[in-house]
């Protein structure tokens, strides 16, 4: 059972940067497709960025050039790092995972496991 815990959700200032993280237990992350997703209230999860097993990424036109999705197999954790933040990149902050196998792709409905979110605010 995958289990995913998320972290470095906070309030800052509009143009600077975060880094979330999201820790995984229960299974190898070298062997997931992996996931940002972003939830506004009131609206849908929106996929941010995706990561395959094979460190290949997907990004959301919406961070693409300012939001870096990475994982570090090594530690078990994934990281994505959020640059020139906007008041509108304000949301509750998801990671995601499912098993290896197919295309790895930033669509919220492909994961199966989630974490419990990691608050996120921009003023």
């Known amino acids: 059972h995958v289990q995913l815990v998320e972290s470095g959700g906070e309030s800052v200032q509009a143009g600077g940067s975060l880094t979330l993280t999201c820790v995984v237990s229960g299974v190898q992350s070298s062997k997931l497709c992996m996931g940002w997703f972003r939830q506004f209230p009131g609206k849908e999860r929106e996929g941010l960025a995706a990561?395959?097993?094979?460190?290949?990424?997907t990004y959301a036109d919406s961070v693409k050039g300012r939001f870096t999705i990475s994982k570090d197999n090594a530690e078990n954790i994934l990281y994505l790092q959020m640059n020139s933040l906007k008041p509108e990149d304000t949301a509750m902050y998801y990671c995601a995972a499912r098993r290896s196998g197919g295309e790895c792709y930033h669509n919220p409905s492909w994961f199966v496991d989630w974490g419990q979110g990691t608050q996120v605010t921009v003023s």
């Open positions: 990561i395959a097993s094979d460190g290949s990424t």
